[in-house]
């Protein structure tokens, strides 16, 4: 059964960082693509970062480059994402999502597995 759980959500100050993990259990980890999608209240899960595994090659939604950083860590079945210069406009939940084959990383269709979600709340 696959797994994947978030956590590092949490309340922050405007300008403030937040590291959040994902730890996958139930894959072959290190052949997915991992990705980090978020929804904010009434509106349309988007795509925030995503590494594709066969080249380690990183993408980021045009709202966060700069600001955030996808890693994974294979040995830990782990991904993550580092926020720094946190806006209330980042303020969403933020879900992970692990995709194989063909891999077009913005389109949460073609992500097999998601996680619960965890909150992140940018107070201004």
């Known amino acids: 059964q696959v797994q994947l759980v978030e956590s590092g959500g949490g309340l922050v100050q405007a300008g403030g960082s937040l590291r959040l993990s994902c730890a996958a259990s139930g894959l072959t980890f290190s052949m997915y693509h991992m990705g980090w999608f978020r929804q904010a209240p009434g509106k349309e899960r988007e795509f925030v970062a995503a590494?594709?595994?066969?080249?380690?090659?990183?993408y980021y939604a045009d709202s966060v480059k700069g600001r955030f950083t996808i890693s994974r860590d294979n040995a830990k079945n782990t991904v993550y994402l580092q926020m720094n210069g946190l806006k209330a406009e980042d303020t969403a939940v933020y879900y992970c999502a692990a995709a194989t084959g063909s891999y077009r990383y913005y389109d949460r269709n073609v992500y097999h597995y998601w996680g619960q979600g965890t909150q992140v709340t940018v107070s201004s």
């Open positions: 590494h594709r595994w066969i080249d380690n090659s990183t």
